[in-house]
């Protein structure tokens, strides 16, 4: 009788040693549906958000495909990565995969809406000026150089013409 107690006692404590555990680990929060709009067009979600302490949660698939992009994750190396499913991609690189591809040069944000890319030597190269340029229109630049390179802006991104940044000199990926 006596082990009987203590087994009991014991496995009591342990029951509500893990209830108390689980009741540490637990949030609440309202599971709600919000309305998105993106550049003034609105969208539709496929998921509930969850809003907790004044922030909002969207699941990434449902995020990534509002902006019509594509998500995959790799488990092996626990990242995640996005991929344009538009084809404002083919054929034009955005300013900051055409500074990867051309290591030797800077881009820097001049003020709200030029950037300007420079060599190592501080020399300007492009100045590209957004400020009237809206989401979905193109424009032409003119480098150093008076070589014509096609710009457009697609939500919010500046994508330069890979065919004139190759006809220019310039390495684009």
């Known amino acids: 009788m006596k082990k009987l107690i203590i087994g009991l006692t014991v496995g009591m404590l342990l029951g509500s040693s893990t209830v108390a555990l689980a009741a540490t680990n637990t949030v609440q929060a309202t599971l709600q549906k919000f309305r998105i709009v993106i550049d ?3 969208r539709t979600g496929t998921s509930t958000q969850l809003l907790y302490k004044g922030t909002t949660y969207v699941p990434i698939r449902d995020t990534a495909d509002l902006f019509d992009y ?5 488990n092996k190396s626990k990242s995640i990565s ?3 499913k538009n084809s404002y991609s083919d054929g034009w690189v955005t300013l900051n995969d055409f500074q990867i591809a051309n290591s030797d040069l800077n881009v820097h944000l001049n003020g709200q ?5 420079t060599n190592g030597k501080s020399v300007q190269l492009i100045k590209i000026n957004t400020s009237t340029l809206e989401d979905g229109e193109n424009s032409t630049i003119y480098d150093i150089n008076s070589k014509k390179i096609k710009i457009k802006k697609v939500l919010g991104a500046v994508y330069l013409s890979k065919q004139d940044l190759k006809d220019a000199g310039y390495r684009a990926k």
């Open 70 to 74: 594509s998500v995959n994750y790799d």
């Open 113 to 117: 809406d030029t950037y300007e890319v």
């Open 40 to 42: 003034g067009t609105p």
């Open 82 to 84: 996005f991929n344009s």
